[in-house]
């Protein structure tokens, strides 16, 4: 995939997979690592940026393997980003999609 395609879709894709449960980093590079292929250079960044912006909390869990973990979790203020991101994907793609059908036509 073209990574400036990954880039523009990252931060919505890692909102919304934060959604649904906290995950602490490694966990969120896997799941989101399913819909694209990242690395964890690549996430851990863009989870310093959203927690400075106050779209996500954070907190330590005690693991049973090693020192406690980070886990990240979405605030009120990280869905409604998150929401507004999916409006605004939503209508891009759709755009898009239009476009090149049409110039197919």
């Given at each position: 995939?073209?990574?400036q395609?990954?880039?523009?879709?990252?931060?919505?894709?890692?909102?919304?997979a934060?959604g649904?449960r906290?995950m602490?980093g490694?966990?969120?590079?896997?799941?989101v690592?399913k819909?694209?292929d990242l690395?964890e250079?690549t996430i851990?960044?863009?989870?310093?940026?959203l927690?400075n912006e106050?779209?996500?909390?954070?907190y330590l869990?005690?693991?049973s393997?090693?020192?406690?973990?980070?886990y990240?979790?979405?605030?009120?203020?990280?869905?409604?980003h998150?929401d507004?991101?999916e409006?605004d994907w939503?209508?891009f793609?759709?755009?898009?999609?239009?476009f090149?059908?049409?110039?197919?036509?």
């Amino acid at each position: 995939m073209n990574a400036q395609f990954k880039k523009g879709v990252l931060e919505l894709i890692v909102l919304e997979a934060m959604g649904k449960r906290d995950m602490y980093g490694y966990e969120l590079v896997a799941e989101v690592s399913k819909v694209i292929d990242l690395n964890e250079g690549t996430i851990y960044p863009l989870l310093k940026r959203l927690t400075n912006e106050h779209y996500f909390e954070t907190y330590l869990r005690e693991s049973s393997e090693g020192p406690p973990r980070k886990y990240y979790h979405i605030t009120a203020a990280g869905i409604l980003h998150r929401d507004e991101l999916e409006t605004d994907w939503n209508v891009f793609q759709e755009q898009v999609n239009r476009f090149l059908k049409e110039q197919k036509s």
